[in-house]
C-alpha cells in the first residue's frame, strides 16, 4: 500500500489559520470516512487530534478541525500558536482492511 | 489512565526475530472494545502501520510486512506482542504500541513512549 500524499512543510504566522492535505486514492481516504490525524513535538510519541475524519478526542482543543472532499482529507489550525510547531500525520482505512498513514507535514510556526 | 510500555531488546543481529511486548494498564485488553496496534518510525522519517490485534485473535497485517509479521496477545497478563523475522538494517526503528480506539480504523488515542530498536551485528 502507498503511503498518503502530505506536503512536506506548511508555514504561517501566530494567529493565521493553515491547512494540511492528505491525498490518497478511492481505496482509502475516498471510500471511507475513518481518517486520522496525529501531531508529534519532537521526542515524543505522537497525539490524536482527529479521527473519523472530522470528530475531536476530548480535551483536544477546537483550534484543530478536520474534513474530507473527495479522495483528499485536510486539517485545519486555526489562531496558530508556537505550541502548534510540530509534525502532522494523516492516516486512512484502506479497502485491504488495513491502515496508512501519510508521509507527515511539518508546520513551522514564523 | 491508561499506559502502554514497550519493553523487549534495543538491539538485534541481522537475520534474527524482533520481539517486543506491550504491557497495557488502567484498560483491560479482554474487554474486546479496543484493537491493538503497533506501528514503527524510522530515524527522521515517518510513521508506519504494522499492524493491530483483537483480544479475540483476529488480526491484520502491514501488506509490506505481512510475510515476516505476527502480533499475538496474552489477556492474562493484559499485553500483547510483535514478533518480525528475518530484520535487516531497514528495520532498525522507534517501535510504538497503541491502541486503536475506534474499531480498527484508526483513532490511536494512548501510545506507548516508544523503544527503540537497532539491527546490527
Known amino acids: 500500500q502507498s503511503a498518503l500524499t502530505q506536503p512536506a512543510s506548511v508555514s504561517g504566522s501566530p494567529g493565521q489559520s493553515i491547512t494540511i492535505s492528505c491525498t490518497g486514492t478511492s481505496s482509502d481516504v475516498g471510500g471511507y470516512n475513518y481518517v486520522s490525524w496525529y501531531q508529534q513535538h519532537p521526542g515524543k510519541a505522537p497525539k490524536l487530534l482527529i479521527y473519523?475524519?472530522?470528530n475531536r478526542p476530548s480535551g483536544v482543543s477546537n483550534r484543530f478541525s478536520g474534513s474530507k472532499s473527495g479522495n483528499t482529507a485536510s486539517l485545519t489550525i486555526s489562531g496558530l500558536q508556537a505550541e502548534d510547531e510540530a509534525d502532522y500525520y494523516c492516516c486512512s482505512y484502506t479497502r485491504s482492511s488495513t491502515l496508512v498513514f501519510g508521509g507527515g507535514t511539518k508546520v513551522t510556526v514564523l | 489512565q491508561v499506559q502502554l510500555q514497550e519493553s523487549g531488546p534495543g538491539l538485534v543481529k541481522p537475520s534474527q526475530t524482533l520481539s517486543l511486548t506491550c504491557t497495557v494498564s488502567?484498560?483491560?485488553?479482554?474487554?474486546?472494545?479496543?484493537?491493538w496496534t503497533w506501528i514503527r518510525q524510522h530515524p527522521g522519517e515517518g510513521l508506519e502501520w504494522m499492524g493491530y490485534?483483537?483480544?479475540?485473535?483476529?488480526?491484520s497485517y502491514n501488506p509490506s510486512l505481512k510475510s515476516r509479521v505476527t502480533i499475538s496477545v496474552d489477556t492474562s497478563r493484559n499485553q500483547f506482542s510483535l514478533k518480525l523475522n528475518s530484520v535487516t538494517a531497514a528495520d532498525t526503528a522507534l517501535y510504538y504500541c497503541?491502541?486503536?480506539?475506534?474499531?480498527?480504523?484508526?483513532?490511536?488515542?494512548?501510545w506507548g513512549q516508544g523503544t527503540l530498536v537497532t539491527v546490527s551485528s
Open positions: 497503541a491502541r486503536d480506539s475506534q474499531s480498527g480504523y484508526g483513532g490511536f488515542d494512548y
Open positions: 473519523d475524519v472530522s
Open positions: 488502567g484498560a483491560s485488553i479482554s474487554s474486546g472494545a479496543y484493537y
Open positions: 490485534i483483537h483480544s479475540s485473535g483476529g488480526a
